[in-house]
DNA sequence: CTGTTAGCGCGTTCAT
DNA sequence: ATGAACGCGCTAACAG
């Protein structure tokens, strides 16, 4: 007979079912189960053979009671529909497998949602929160920060103490964006975003509309409810006589460009469209999107290395690291 | 002073810290938090003073150590560049929230980190496990089933004994795309699929094929590697006569548009294409993709539903839901 | 290297 | 309705 000998009896196999299997204490159970531990190889071999045959797993919650730590992080996200979210989610979730962590995804739709569902996690002594989503309010986060929680914050605004922050190049991608329109000839710019709560899309705003007051060319600023498809799609009308058109993110351009065509117009002949993000759907035949590459995959590595150092470390100064944004020329500039 | 007296303590606040400040037994405390435990109004009061005083929170990592229990469900998921899966993984974490359970989520790549990844699962008491992807294989399973942790798969195969499923009606799929694009005047069909992983593709396929055998008109088989934008736009040109393709998944049929167009082809004057799961590209304009609608949000709610009702009681025998599709015409046929 | 003891933070009897 | 005592499954500290 092989395979485990109680595949489904009522009750959990505990350490000590396995301990008196073996022949053992359950300490040396636990020394079995722990990297690093100082036990014989001998004994190691007789627990892991009587864990085995009884189907038995360290509970991890119950070792982290003791422990003090749990292996959770909670991850907080909003705006699923942007692709590029989506992408963000599954990088972030990965590097966090990847070095042994749980994330636990918190859905936090604009409003008080967010509220509600990251207080929950203070219940989860969870060892960390990213935070992707434009929704948490500063005052949540600080309140982290303060019962001792890491917090990372991904292209996020509020300078909070002991919250750390990895933001993409703003300023690189307002500039070289108003640069590179310029540069193909457009006279007349335009740069198209919501005011709303993303950060890192005011940023951009601003860098472009500097860099336009310093190239000496016209530009004006076309606000929108959310930076999404329908909305660009929507505001094409609103785009008489502009030739150049920073949008501030690629889930928006699409929409902007079809918005752009159904009304007659020419990308990039009659206007010249630069998007953001580099999402797949940039790349796609029907849009060709000229854009920024902003690399989500090492923003995520970096977000959890600083989750990390600050578990090991709370004390250290918040700390702001900017990840590198590529300009992508393809067909729409 | 108002606020938490303790806000950054080293410690964390316990039931005991509560019940002195309350001059309670930490008992109290206990019933305080808990719902339909019997305690006075006034001791309660006291309580959830005290408690808000000191900042206090339930431990339910702790909780779940008496109770046996724990909130945790594993939403195993793979190929997140496919917009479908981000919206299924949205309404699946939203619907747990909702219900007070947190989501871990598992990223799972092909292969055998899925097996390695779920295996970390059974480490956490998880009182049940969501499974989207394709990868995780039948064995897998089996041995949470068998382990007593209910698991519901979301548009699998495999019939596993006390595994219960959610799956949309492929059939009904695969027989009105067939019929769809001959009413359209398609005489040379094709179905485009990947032979690969996913259950339902396999299944759509077949109804489809069977549908047109029986409304006898001619139709082949488009093999593909994955169902995706990419192996769309690249087998366009293996679709030389066809006048009528079903597209398995919206994902690829967007390449696959993109792919006709560029080769010159007119859609759907020259080719009628239909699609399936109503991905938001699907109604943009550049695509205006005629496809059918696959409710994620009713499944999701539908898995969550049968995840608990497992819960409650483990021996029912194992359940198949089918959610129904519908088709959503727009421009493509 | 090993076993013994003492908690981790909490829910639940069982008396009162 | 309330408190005392015990146990959940495990690890840390301390002997030996």
């Not at 150049?244 to 007659?264: K, Q, T």
């Not at 990039?268 to 993000?277: Q, T």
């Amino acid at each position: 007979m092989s395979g485990p000998e109680k595949p489904s009896r009522g009750r959990k196999v505990t350490s000590f079912d396995v301990a008196r299997r073996a022949g053992v204490s359950r300490a040396a159970v636990s020394r079995a189960f722990t990297p690093n531990a100082s036990v014989s190889p001998e004994t190691r071999e007789k627990v892991v053979k009587a864990a085995k045959e009884l189907g038995y797993r360290v509970n991890y919650l119950a070792r982290g009671l003791t422990t003090r730590r749990s292996d959770f992080v909670g991850v907080v996200a909003a705006g699923m529909d942007n692709p590029f979210r989506a992408l963000q989610i599954e990088q972030i979730t990965k590097s966090l497998v990847r070095r042994n962590f749980r994330p636990i995804l918190l859905p936090a739709d604009q409003g008080e949602s967010a509220d509600h569902v990251m207080d929950q996690l203070l219940h989860y002594n969870v060892s960390g929160v990213l935070v992707t989503s434009d929704a948490p309010p500063t005052a949540l986060c600080a309140e982290f920060a303060a019962a001792g929680v890491p917090i990372v914050l991904i292209n996020k605004a509020d300078t909070i103490p002991s919250v750390d922050r990895v933001v993409s190049d703003t300023n690189a991608a307002g500039k070289l964006a108003a640069a590179t329109l310029v540069e193909a000839g457009a006279k007349q710019l335009a740069v198209v975003a919501a005011p709303g709560p993303s950060y890192t899309a005011r940023c951009r705003l601003q860098a472009f509309m500097g860099a336009c007051y310093a190239l000496d060319v016209e530009a004006r600023v076309i606000p929108v409810e959310h930076n999404s498809y329908r909305e660009g799609l929507a505001v094409a009308e609103a785009l008489k006589g502009v030739d150049g058109v920073f949008c501030i993110n690629d889930y928006m351009a699409c929409g902007l460009i079809d918005g752009l065509r159904r009304l007659g117009g020419k990308v990039p002949d009659d206007v010249r469209v630069i998007g953001h993000d580099d999402i797949p759907q940039a790349s796609w035949a029907a849009y060709e999107l000229t854009t920024f590459r902003q690399p989500c995959d090492v923003q995520a590595e970096q977000a959890v290395s600083l989750l990390i150092s600050r578990m090991d470390d709370p004390t250290t100064a918040e700390r702001f690291e900017v990840t590198p944004v590529s300009l992508v020329r393809r067909a729409t500039v």
